[in-house]
């Protein structure tokens, strides 16, 4: 499918954004070796060596993964749609590489959950993680083989595998944001639902990534089963919408309860993604 030039540029800055959001992550992680998953700490804390190793030492590990597979998914962009466009089985190993590498990333912060739902009991922000890392890296893993062996006769598959591995994507981000305000509730009841700010916050997950999913889907579907990409485009577009719109939600909902902090600790990176979505949903197909 070729894009516009707009498309384009705003796939580009969703990479940027991503990029600059793992640099940021690793730049904390250096000054303050916790910081990956807890933030600030009392000064009194001292982790364990297990602690060590999972929490911090095997993120660390996924992150520079993560920045290096990133890097190749721009330099891969570069390569195909720069001054000198190169067809995609000339920069498909990189693609690969970056989606095995994005794979990896996933998979890093699995070992500390587990030790976390061991310790401390099944919270449901924990069981999230452990979801996310056994949904979203072998999904990623499939795909970079399939990519890595791609050839044109067999690029409906490569399709297919990469829609799959986009609504797995997806799913984890639902998953993720939903099972945050389950944890909440947890904490502090199921009166919060009725009585607390936090509903808002549980409800706007909820509502736009479930939507999101739902279009998605459809999108999806719409493409590999009907073969109308017309349609198949614009709800994708609207998928991509909706969730870029739960950020732009999610930052005003934590300025309102002034939890500025939450902000630092959360991927709002596809916030960008809003106007990925607005960009295809012009395009003509």
Not at 36 to 63: K, M, Q
Not at 212 to 222: E, H
Not at 269 to 274: Q, R
Request: positive net charge; contains cysteine; charged residues 10%.
């Amino acid at each position: 499918m070729s894009f516009t030039r707009w498309t384009k540029m705003w796939i580009v800055v969703t990479l940027c954004a991503l990029w600059v959001y793992i640099l940021y992550w690793l730049l904390c992680a250096l000054a303050n070796p916790y910081y990956l998953s807890y933030g600030d700490l009392p000064e009194n804390f001292v982790p364990s060596s297990t602690l060590i190793a999972t929490d911090y030492v095997l993120p660390l590990i996924g992150n520079i993964f993560r920045l290096i597979g990133v890097s190749l998914a721009l330099l891969s962009l570069y390569l195909i749609w720069g001054p000198k466009p190169n067809p995609f089985s000339n920069v498909k190993k990189k693609t690969a590489v970056a989606l095995l590498f994005e794979g990896i990333y996933f998979l890093s912060f699995l070992p500390v959950n587990i030790l976390f739902v061991f310790y401390l009991g099944p919270l449901p922000i924990f069981i999230a993680f452990i979801l996310q890392s056994l949904l979203v890296s072998p999904l990623l893993t499939v795909l970079s083989f399939k990519v890595w062996r791609y050839r044109k006769t067999a690029e409906e598959t490569v399709l297919k595998w990469a829609g799959v591995a986009a609504i797995g994507y997806l799913t984890d981000i639902w998953i993720i944001n939903v099972f945050r305000g389950l944890s909440m509730i947890h904490i502090e009841g199921i009166g919060s639902l009725i009585s607390d700010v936090t509903s808002l916050g549980f409800l706007n997950a909820i509502i736009t990534l479930s939507l999101s999913l739902i279009f998605a889907v459809a999108g999806f579907y719409t493409l590999h089963k009907k073969g109308n990409k017309r349609l198949s485009t614009r709800l994708i577009a609207v998928a991509l919408i909706m969730l870029g719109l739960h950020f732009v939600i999610f930052i005003f909902y934590s300025a309102i309860i002034n939890a500025w902090n939450w902000i630092l600790v959360t991927e709002v990176w596809p916030i960008v993604l809003l106007g990925l979505g607005l960009s295809m949903l012009k395009e003509e197909v």
